[in-house]
């Protein structure tokens, strides 16, 4: 559609101008002045300003739905930090209780220990103390006998027996805990204990008719089940 | 377009000045920066999110309407301003679709906080929002049977023209600015032609 313009390239600048806003006071005086006079210019003007006016409106209107789309992107990625963060958070607070269960699973598993030594067989056995003649002027030793308590604690079969002094003094013995628990089978051990206090303080084990200098026991109590 | 930093406008008088000068990024500032407020009133005032959508834009149309003009003097709060022509606006609507509930905007604002203009400038009209929707499909109907050429300008002349218009004069290939307003000016007048003819038919 090529259309002869009603008005000349100058107008179409003013025109341009009064709609932008851009003219000094006296052009825009100016203009006024022209529109009362002149109903045709006037009309004209009028119209493309309306239409100026609606197509700025749509175009306001597209930029405000990107507005609204950049503000949903904004507040769906605030939204996603803090479900990032509570993720996190949940995470830490789940190791946190993983940590504790298995502490507590630790000391589940070390009272279960606990639990399996006590199924240790506590005796009490006859021990002879060997130490110098107490008496004033003479040379000697004397015994002195003596009941001790002692566990008795199942050891691999092929270990020596051994002691380990606790509270309760603790012997290694290479039999099972039901044979120890077994008070028979314990009585065929013959078992005794000598502490010579002439001999550097050396327990000695009298085991099935042997005597045994006693050595300290160095396994960790858990392996031996 | 990111929220710019509150720092860029700080001082609101910076900001207004960047209105002025058509800077996009304080367009979209102003816009993210207000809308939570004003959806909130219209939600706690019997209105759907959807009513709040509209309303929001519409309040937004009229309040850059308003601050770009040359003699617009902010006496408040920008936001004061925005909050108030948005309850006017609402309160017009609401009386408008008979709603009998009452409405207690309680505005965050004091009322001489308030430009004295605003009350003035909002004259609403019931039938308003009939004529804007008319003229909306004719501007359509007028845009699709416009030339590409004419159309793309009219586009990118509206939609980008603000402080990119040496981009544009490169882009349409005129000598200047004068020159590339010309070209607007006659690729409008083409589609004020189709748009006359329309109403006439």
Same mark, same amino acid.
């Given at each position: 559609m090529e259309n002869t313009p009603l008005f000349p390239e100058e107008d179409e600048l003013l025109i341009e101008q009064y709609l932008a806003g851009e003219l000094t006071a006296q052009q825009y005086k100016k203009m006024q002045e022209r529109m009362a006079t002149d109903t045709e210019f006037a009309q004209y003007v009028r119209q493309h300003e309306a239409l100026d006016r609606a197509l700025k409106r749509q175009a306001q209107?597209?930029?405000?739905?990107? #507005?609204? =789309?950049?503000?949903?992107?904004?507040?769906?990625?605030k939204r996603w930090k803090i479900v990032r963060y509570a993720a996190a958070a949940t995470v830490a607070i789940g190791l946190g209780l993983v940590a504790y269960w298995q502490w507590h699973q630790?000391?589940? #598993?070390? =009272?279960?220990?606990q639990a399996k030594q006590a199924a240790k067989q506590l005796i009490i056995i006859e021990e002879q103390i060997i130490q110098p003649e107490s008496r004033m002027g003479f040379a000697g030793t004397e015994t002195v006998p003596n009941q001790i308590p002692v566990w008795l604690i199942a050891a691999p079969k092929d270990t020596s027996p051994a002691y380990f002094f606790g509270d309760t003094l603790q012997l290694f013995l290479p039999y099972s805990i039901e044979q120890l628990q077994d008070s028979a089978f314990v009585n065929t051990l013959q078992l005794s204990l000598i502490y010579d206090r002439t001999q550097n303080d050396t327990y000695f084990l009298n085991f099935k008719g042997k005597r045994y200098p006693l050595v300290r026991y160095n396994e960790t109590p858990k392996k031996l089940e | 377009m990111k929220i710019l930093s509150l720092g860029k406008y700080a001082d609101e008088q910076r900001l207004l000045q960047a209105l002025r000068q058509k800077d996009l990024q304080a367009e979209a500032y102003l816009y993210k920066q207000n809308k939570a407020m004003v959806i909130k009133m219209v939600l706690e005032n019997n209105g759907t999110r959807a009513e709040a959508e509209d309303l929001y834009q519409e309040t937004m149309l009229i309040a850059h309407d308003k601050i770009t003009r040359p003699d617009f003097e902010l006496t408040s709060k920008l936001s004061t301003f925005i909050y108030k022509i948005a309850q006017n606006q609402w309160k017009k609507q609401l009386r408008h679709k008979h709603y009998q509930t009452h409405v207690s905007i309680d505005s965050p604002v004091e009322e001489e906080d308030m430009p004295k203009k605003v009350p003035e400038a909002l004259q609403y009209q019931p039938e308003e929002e009939e004529m804007l929707e008319e003229q909306f499909e004719l501007l359509q109907s007028g845009l699709a049977q416009l030339s590409e050429p004419c159309k793309e300008m009219l586009m990118a002349w509206y939609e980008h023209k603000h402080g990119q218009v040496d981009e544009l004069i490169k882009r349409f290939n005129k000598k200047d600015s004068n020159a590339l307003k010309k070209a607007v000016h006659r690729c409008r007048e083409k589609?004020?032609?189709?748009?006359?003819?329309?109403?006439?038919?």
């Open positions: 209107l597209k930029r405000f739905k990107q #507005y609204d =789309q950049e503000l949903q992107q904004q507040n769906s990625a630790k000391d589940t #598993y070390s =009272q279960l220990s | 589609l004020r032609q189709i748009i006359n003819l329309k109403t006439q038919q």
